[in-house]
């Protein structure tokens, strides 16, 4: 029943009604000025021309891809049955953080946002340290301080999130400012999200990096919510990379669900971070899942805008792209999710069995040596541990 | 044995409603099989499962209230000692099996040992509750402060409000010998489930805020009836059972594809409606847990025979409440049939509209009444309509123009099953 038939003046009012149903821009991306390398079938039909990337770093980035996504099927499960606390989802996001991760050297600096675990697994990071994070086990190297999924590791020069939305942009500036004051020519990255941009610090830090030019990549990752505010009383800007105008940095829009174009930007941008200053990145991509385990999208969006975007999922498009040049085939495709799913397994089991960090540890970290009044508190609390076990030792 | 916790899946719930369980006693599970659809506060969840094994006890039934940190389920792990008892958190063992939904669950253990209790008492101010025990304890009249909450920390929970309800209301008949007085008797409360509490929240918002205008109508049914009877053999031979719900979804289908208000939703906040290619049935069924809506999908691509598969499933699968939220999802008009109910002839009805979306019908059962055909009084089956529409959006015409489609699809249902 394709045609729907009816008296004159339905039809009519049927058509000036009808609103215009939610579009994906990707699928606009020369209209709405979003630069782009493959469309939905994975054809290079974009603006960019194809990066030239050795076939087995692609590969790579495109099993980490689907390792990322299969870390959030599993993840999901893992706290609604109670085993982890929380969860914040990545589905969908997997192309901005692995192409802008491949673009960058492991002796650059990433700080990375909180719907990132593939910038880790890029970076070498065990995937049993992964969920050691997400147990909070002693495997985690922050011993279970910190929420699920808000990673970083030093010795990886990844930077963890501060939970404080924004508030580690201008920190980025002064990281790469002091790299570029001394002569070092590593490299900057920072993620962040679209509701991030109303945050003081974003200003802050794109008006310094206007003025003083440190070697930093901007990368906005717009996936349309911040929680529940959506891009329309989010920001009166068309885009949220204009802002870069206001503050003399170099800016652009990539589709950020095309892995291949986030390479190319953020390369480019990379590269040239050391003479011509910070590049500001708006990645357009969607968030498919819930802001956090603890939220409800039902209540502020319809599945209709979420619909939308499926057929421009990150990974489809990518798998298309290496079908295409016969790097990747079905069979590939099957052996890697059974192999993702049986080390998430393993992990699990390998982090699950691991101890929780003794109480004694929450205590470090902070100073370099421990100042009176946290050794005191430490003493206090063993104090009454010992007298809790003692007490259970006699019943 | 390992023991399931009910975890807080929502940062900060304290208890969730066990809607239904999707596994029995005895079976065997996968780690993450899906056990069970609990509501909470913020949203209906699927709970998966921590462990593979074998289920030996579901510790509560659908429709209780069970407290976050009490024992949810038992499973028996594959090759572990029977004996020892396996939890996240290690507590005492109720004897008892759980009771009725208001009964108190076994105490959660307590997660500060005991020493730091107080340092952490002492730094709560104020009363502890959580929003929805509020709005309850405001509905009931009780007085926040006059209680002490019996969760962590002094934390007020539901079955507090409960207890102190049933205090206020504790029958005085039980001194009596002689039959009660009834003129003094105190008035018996009756608490709103979550379903009902959603349901008069939603009605009370489409009655106040939509422009209901219903008009009645009455349709002959002879070519219902024939129908019905004509393709009947056809449907047994299928195992299917031709409803008269059915024949009516399908009509109703029709008239929809060509009456796109009729088929949409409203966006309040632009004043805008959204214009369904697709008719998404909502259809108003009686059930334990009061009235519940199923939405029977894509109507207008439907054979009557596919329908009446997917009605059938529908309704078995509601009787053994198994429904999800996803089976209430995405309506764009409802219908309500009080046919198989009907014992009174119901001339008309002022169906409330299921907001958001605009209209909503009503119809009555089949039944011989007297009518007027060829300018002769006669009796013949006929149905009674009862539309309501939401005037904001659409106008009187457009009001007509769809039941007249209706009246007509209804005379001669056939045009529905050739309609394009
Ligand atoms: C300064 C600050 N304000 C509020 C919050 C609460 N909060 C947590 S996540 C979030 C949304 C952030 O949106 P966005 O930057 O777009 O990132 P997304 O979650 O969409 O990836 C908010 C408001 C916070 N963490 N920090």
Known sequence: MKSPKSSATDAKTTKRD?????????????????????????????????????????????????????????????????????????????????????????????????????????????????????????????????????????????????????????????????????????????????????RGEFHSALNFAGVHKPPVVFICENNGWAISTPQS??????????????????????????????????????????????????????????????????????????????PWDPLTRLRKYLERRKLWNKKKEDALWTRCKAEI??????????????????????????????????????????????????? | MYEFILPDIGEGISEALLINWT??????????????????????????SPRAGTVTELCWQPGDTVLVGSV????????????????????????????????????????????????????????????????????KGIDLGTLTGSGEGGRILRRDIEAATSKTTAPAATTHTTSPDLSTAEPQREAPSGVRATMAERMAHSVHTLAHTTMNFEVPADGLLALQERLAPAAEADGLKLSMTVILAKCIATALTRHARFNATIDEETCGLLLHPGVHLGLALASERGLTVPVLRDVQTKTLFALARNLAETVERGRNNQLQSADFRDGTFTLTNTGGMEQAS???????????????????RI??????????????????????FDHRFIDGADGIAFVNDIANLFEIPEQALAAE
């Not at chain 1, 893992?78 to 990545?90: D, M, T, V």
């Not at chain 1, 070092?184 to 920072?190: E, K, L, P, S, Y």
């Not at chain 1, 003794?358 to 007298?387: C, G, R, S, V």
């Open chain 1, 18 to 198: 009808q609103p215009p149903g939610p579009v994906c821009p990707l699928q606009n991306a020369a209209a709405n000025n979003i630069r782009q390398v493959i469309d939905d079938q994975g054809k290079l039909t974009g603006d960019l021309p194809e990066p030239d990337i050795a076939p087995e770093k692609l590969l790579h980035m495109y099993e980490t891809m689907v390792m990322v996504r299969a870390i959030d099927d599993r993840g999901w499960i893992l706290q609604r049955s109670g085993r982890i606390e929380f969860w914040i989802p990545h589905c969908g996001l997997e192309a901005v953080h692995n192409g802008a991760t491949l673009a960058y050297e492991d002796d650059d600096w990433i700080v990375m946002g909180y719907r990132h675990p593939g910038v880790m697994l890029l970076r070498g990071v065990p995937l049993v340290q992964l969920f050691a994070q997400f147990f909070g086990r002693d495997g985690d190297p922050f011993k279970g301080r910190r929420l699920p999924t808000l990673m970083g590791d030093r010795r990886y020069n990844i930077v963890p999130t501060t939970t404080q939305v924004g508030s580690y942009l201008p920190h980025t500036c002064g990281m790469a400012m002091a790299a570029k004051i001394k002569g070092d020519a590593t490299n900057f990255m920072v993620m962040f999200g679209d509701g991030s941009s109303s």
């Open chain 1, 233 to 310: 009383t989010q920001t009166a800007s068309a885009t949220y990379a204009e802002k870069g105008d206001a503050y003399g940095v170099r800016n652009l829009v990539v589709d950020g669900n095309d892995a291949l174009a986030v390479y190319s930007v953020v390369k480019e941008a990379r590269d040239m971070g050391h003479d011509e200053g910070a590049t500001l990145i708006e990645a357009v991509t969607y968030r498919m899942g819930y802001h956090t385990s603890s939220d409800n999208p039902d209540l502020y969006r319809e599945q209709a805008d979420v619909d939308v975007w499926v």
């Open chain 1, 345 to 395: 397994s393993a992990a699990i089991k390998a982090a699950e069995a691991m101890d929780f960090p003794t109480p004694a540890t929450m205590f470090d970290d902070t100073y370099e040596e421990q100042t009176w009044l946290l050794q005191e508190q430490k003493a206090h609390l063993l104090a009454d541990i010992a007298e809790l076990e003692r007490r259970e030792g006699q019943k």
């Open chain 2, 23 to 48: 596994v029995k006693t005895g079976e065997r599970i996968d780690e993450d099989h899906l056990v069970a659809t609990i509501s909470t506060d913020k949203v209906d969840v699927e709970l998966p």
């Open chain 2, 72 to 139: 949810f389920m038992r499973i028996e792990d594959d090759g572990a000692a029977t004996s020892e008892v396996e939890s996240p958190a290690a507590r005492a063992e109720p004897t008892a099996a759980p009771k009725a939904a208001t009964a108190h669950a076994p105490d959660p253990a307590p997660v500060v040992a005991a020493p730091v209790v107080t340092a952490v008492a002492t730094s709560v101010s104020g009363v502890v509750a959580a929003p929805s025990t509020r709005k309850l304890a405001a509905e």
């Open chain 2, 346 to 364: 119901i001339l008309s009805g002022r169906p409330v509209i299921n907001a958001p979306q605009t209209a909503i019908l009503w119809v009555s």
């Open chain 2, 367 to 388: 039944k011989t009444r007297p009518r007027v055909v060829n300018e002769q009084l006669e009796a013949g089956p006929m149905i009674n309509c009862s539309l309501s």
